[in-house]
Protein backbone atom coordinates (compact mmCIF):
# COMPACT_ATOMS: atom_id res chain seq x y z
CA UNK A 1 0.00 0.00 0.00
CA UNK A 2 0.91 3.43 -0.64
CA UNK A 3 -0.18 5.94 1.86
CA UNK A 4 0.11 9.76 1.91
CA UNK A 5 0.35 12.00 4.88
CA UNK A 6 -0.77 15.45 3.55
CA UNK A 7 -2.06 18.60 5.08
CA UNK A 8 -1.73 22.51 4.18
CA UNK A 9 2.19 23.98 5.49
CA UNK A 10 2.46 23.91 9.27
CA UNK A 11 -0.51 21.11 10.04
CA UNK A 12 2.30 19.03 11.28
CA UNK A 13 3.41 16.34 8.52
CA UNK A 14 6.77 16.10 9.16
CA UNK A 15 6.40 16.29 12.78
CA UNK A 16 4.14 13.14 12.67
CA UNK A 17 6.47 11.48 10.16
CA UNK A 18 9.58 11.67 12.61
CA UNK A 19 7.01 10.07 15.15
CA UNK A 20 5.43 7.24 13.48
CA UNK A 21 7.44 4.16 14.01
CA UNK A 22 8.61 3.75 10.00
CA UNK A 23 10.11 5.11 7.48
CA UNK A 24 7.83 8.09 5.73
CA UNK A 25 9.70 9.63 2.62
CA UNK A 26 9.55 13.08 2.50
CA UNK A 27 8.22 14.36 -1.36
CA UNK A 28 9.98 17.06 -1.68
CA UNK A 29 13.29 15.44 -0.67
CA UNK A 30 12.69 12.52 -2.66
CA UNK A 31 12.00 14.76 -5.83
CA UNK A 32 15.19 16.82 -5.22
CA UNK A 33 17.33 13.68 -4.58
CA UNK A 34 16.02 12.09 -7.93
CA UNK A 35 15.81 15.27 -9.72
CA UNK A 36 12.29 15.07 -10.40
CA UNK A 37 11.05 18.45 -10.98
CA UNK A 38 12.59 21.80 -12.30
CA UNK A 39 14.88 24.44 -10.11
CA UNK A 40 13.87 27.72 -11.09
CA UNK A 41 13.86 30.41 -8.24
CA UNK A 42 12.15 27.05 -5.97
CA UNK A 43 12.34 24.00 -6.46
CA UNK A 44 9.40 22.86 -8.08
CA UNK A 45 8.44 19.23 -8.07
CA UNK A 46 7.00 17.30 -10.47
CA UNK A 47 4.38 15.21 -9.04
CA UNK A 48 4.06 13.11 -11.81
CA UNK A 49 7.96 11.71 -12.06
CA UNK A 50 7.37 11.56 -8.70
CA UNK A 51 4.52 9.52 -8.75
CA UNK A 52 6.63 7.23 -11.93
CA UNK A 53 9.64 6.98 -9.45
CA UNK A 54 7.83 6.21 -5.24
CA UNK A 55 7.87 2.38 -4.77
CA UNK A 56 4.13 1.16 -4.46
CA UNK A 57 4.77 0.20 -0.99
CA UNK A 58 5.53 3.09 1.39
CA UNK A 59 4.37 5.92 3.19
CA UNK A 60 5.41 9.55 2.11
CA UNK A 61 4.65 13.36 3.21
CA UNK A 62 4.36 16.29 1.97
CA UNK A 63 1.69 19.23 0.71
CA UNK A 64 1.69 17.59 -2.46
CA UNK A 65 1.27 13.89 -1.44
CA UNK A 66 -2.32 13.99 -2.23
CA UNK A 67 -1.56 14.59 -5.62
CA UNK A 68 -0.14 11.33 -6.41
CA UNK A 69 -1.17 7.61 -6.61
CA UNK A 70 -2.37 6.54 -3.19
CA UNK A 71 -4.29 3.59 -2.11
CA UNK A 72 -5.14 5.96 1.47
CA UNK A 73 -4.40 9.14 2.37
CA UNK A 74 -4.02 11.22 5.77
CA UNK A 75 -5.04 14.76 5.65
CA UNK A 76 -4.10 16.45 8.68
CA UNK A 77 -6.05 20.02 9.79
CA UNK A 78 -5.33 22.57 11.79
CA UNK A 79 -7.66 25.20 13.06
CA UNK A 80 -6.92 28.47 11.02
CA UNK A 81 -6.33 30.70 14.04
CA UNK A 82 -3.69 27.94 15.18
CA UNK A 83 -1.89 27.53 11.92
CA UNK A 84 -1.73 31.44 11.50
CA UNK A 85 0.25 31.08 15.02
CA UNK A 86 2.41 28.41 13.94
CA UNK A 87 3.30 30.04 9.96
CA UNK A 88 3.79 33.06 11.35
CA UNK A 89 6.64 31.86 14.01
CA UNK A 90 7.70 30.06 11.10
CA UNK A 91 7.97 33.54 9.47
CA UNK A 92 6.32 33.41 6.49
CA UNK A 93 5.53 36.10 4.78
CA UNK A 94 1.98 38.16 5.02
CA UNK A 95 1.25 36.64 1.68
CA UNK A 96 2.22 33.40 2.42
CA UNK A 97 0.24 33.07 5.48
CA UNK A 98 -3.16 34.23 4.26
CA UNK A 99 -2.69 31.92 1.55
CA UNK A 100 -2.15 29.16 3.79
CA UNK A 101 -4.89 29.80 6.00
CA UNK A 102 -7.44 30.85 3.35
CA UNK A 103 -6.71 27.19 1.97
CA UNK A 104 -7.09 25.76 5.23
CA UNK A 105 -10.43 27.28 5.85
CA UNK A 106 -11.44 26.44 2.61
CA UNK A 107 -10.45 22.45 2.94
CA UNK A 108 -8.16 22.80 -0.51
CA UNK A 109 -6.12 20.15 0.80
CA UNK A 110 -8.65 17.63 1.94
CA UNK A 111 -11.01 17.95 -1.10
CA UNK A 112 -8.33 17.56 -3.76
CA UNK A 113 -7.68 14.37 -1.72
CA UNK A 114 -11.54 13.00 -2.04
CA UNK A 115 -11.21 13.53 -5.43
CA UNK A 116 -8.41 11.43 -5.81
CA UNK A 117 -8.68 8.12 -2.99
CA UNK A 118 -9.69 7.41 0.49
CA UNK A 119 -9.48 10.08 3.30
CA UNK A 120 -8.56 9.80 6.82
CA UNK A 121 -9.13 13.73 8.01
CA UNK A 122 -7.03 14.51 11.71
CA UNK A 123 -7.89 17.71 13.07
CA UNK A 124 -4.76 18.15 15.42
CA UNK A 125 -4.94 21.56 16.83
CA UNK A 126 -6.13 20.07 20.53
CA UNK A 127 -4.38 16.65 20.04
CA UNK A 128 -0.76 15.93 21.06
CA UNK A 129 1.59 14.55 18.46
CA UNK A 130 1.39 11.05 20.09
CA UNK A 131 -2.32 10.99 19.98
CA UNK A 132 -2.39 11.68 16.07
CA UNK A 133 0.76 8.90 15.72
CA UNK A 134 -1.72 6.08 17.45
CA UNK A 135 -4.65 7.57 15.71
CA UNK A 136 -2.87 7.42 12.48
CA UNK A 137 -1.82 3.58 13.07
CA UNK A 138 -5.18 2.65 14.41
CA UNK A 139 -6.67 4.10 10.74
CA UNK A 140 -4.07 2.11 8.93
CA UNK A 141 -4.86 -1.00 10.66
CA UNK A 142 -8.56 -0.99 10.07
CA UNK A 143 -7.73 0.05 6.62
CA UNK A 144 -5.27 -3.19 5.88
CA UNK A 145 -7.47 -5.53 7.65
P1 LIG B 1 4.34 20.59 8.16
O1 LIG B 1 5.37 19.54 7.86
O2 LIG B 1 2.93 20.13 7.93
O3 LIG B 1 4.59 21.91 7.48
P2 LIG B 1 5.60 20.73 10.74
O4 LIG B 1 5.59 19.35 11.31
O5 LIG B 1 6.88 21.19 10.12
O6 LIG B 1 4.38 20.90 9.73
O7 LIG B 1 5.21 21.78 11.85
C1 LIG B 1 4.10 21.61 12.72
C2 LIG B 1 4.31 22.40 13.99
O8 LIG B 1 3.16 22.25 14.82
C3 LIG B 1 5.50 21.91 14.80
O9 LIG B 1 6.14 23.02 15.38
C4 LIG B 1 4.83 21.03 15.87
O10 LIG B 1 5.59 20.96 17.04
C5 LIG B 1 3.53 21.75 16.11
N1 LIG B 1 2.44 20.88 16.62
C6 LIG B 1 1.70 21.14 17.71
N2 LIG B 1 0.79 20.17 17.95
C7 LIG B 1 0.95 19.25 16.97
C8 LIG B 1 0.31 18.01 16.68
N3 LIG B 1 -0.69 17.50 17.42
N4 LIG B 1 0.73 17.33 15.61
C9 LIG B 1 1.73 17.83 14.84
N5 LIG B 1 2.37 19.00 15.06
C10 LIG B 1 2.00 19.72 16.13
MN1 LIG C 1 6.96 19.56 6.40
New binding site residues.
Partial sequence: MRIGIT?????????????LDRSVISLKDFARGHSLGEENDIFEVDVEKVDQNLPEDCWV???LAHKINLDYCIV?R?RPDVLEE?LS??GYSEEKIRENVEAEKMDLILSEAFERTTVYEID??E???E??VDEINEAVKNKES
Fill in positions: GTPGTGKTTIAEAEGHLTRERTTKSVEV
